[in-house]
């Protein structure tokens, strides 16, 4: 009868195993890239065939990765395959029925606006008429008691029309839930782009860069404002 040898009732960690094969390798690239060049065809050899090891045992490594949260991917996936259909972003029941309600308030509300705004406006019309009148009365009522009593009457009268104007103006920016949003529009492509370098001079070449590197990428030899050449990378 032949007796089980170590390790019959708990097999190795394949993961342990591949993570630990990582860091010995590791280890030992740690030896060659030691700052000194390579310096013969022989140790040439050797660190290429150092670099196609840990490449592969890196792979093997997120083989067991992937496979190891599996599992948890497909209970992840059937927690969003259930909550998906009713709050999804934009797609959800709950993001599809807000816009829309969005929709019909934000109309309502727009014409609530206009039609506050016509009354606003022209109440301060009626004000600055009230006022123009009262102050030609006081200007026309020197030397004449009633009348200057009259022109102060309409003096009241064109400062209550002033505080219903204020009122009517006030109402008609606010308690509607609308807000005001600035936006800026391209119209000088030429100003816009002095202006962007001048503000960050680093974000707008690299943004440069990223568009000439994705086109050299793509192929193209020739850009303007760039030197491309060839490299060789391992």
């Known amino acids: 009868m032949t007796t089980p040898g170590i390790g019959h009732n708990n097999p190795p960690d394949p993961i342990t195993e591949a993570l ?18 390579i310096d013969s065809e022989a140790m040439h050899d050797t660190v ?34 259930r909550f ?17 309600l969005a929709e019909l308030l934000a109309a309502w ?22 006022a ?37 103006d006030k109402a008609a920016t606010s308690g509607l839930g609308l807000r005001t949003v600035w936006r800026a529009e391209l119209v000088d492509v030429e100003k816009a782009l002095d202006w962007c370098y001048g503000r960050d001079p680093d974000a707008f070449r690299a943004l440069c860069q990223s568009q000439a590197d994705t086109v050299v990428r793509a192929g193209m030899r020739m850009v303007p404002g760039f030197r491309v050449w060839e490299d060789k990378v391992v």
Request: glycine letters at 4%.
């Open 109 to 130: 509300r727009k014409q609530e606006a206009d039609r506050k705004a016509a009354i606003a406006a022209a109440a301060r019309l009626e004000a600055e008429r009230i």
């Open 20 to 37: 630990s094969a990582i860091t010995d390798l590791y280890d030992e690239a740690k030896n060659f890239a030691d700052g000194e060049p």
């Open 132 to 168: 123009k009148e009262a102050q030609d009365a006081i200007r026309a009522s020197a030397g004449n008691l009633a009348a200057r009593e009259e022109a102060e009457a309409l003096l009241v009268e064109a400062k209550q029309a002033e505080k219903k104007a204020k009122r009517d």
């Open 48 to 81: 290429t065939a150092l670099r196609d090891a840990i490449h592969e045992a890196g792979k093997a490594a997120d083989a067991l990765r992937v496979e190891a949260k599996k599992p948890l991917d497909e209970q992840i996936a059937a927690i969003q395959d």
């Open 84 to 100: 998906n259909p009713a709050i999804q972003p934009k797609k959800g029941m709950v993001d599809r029925a807000k816009a829309s």
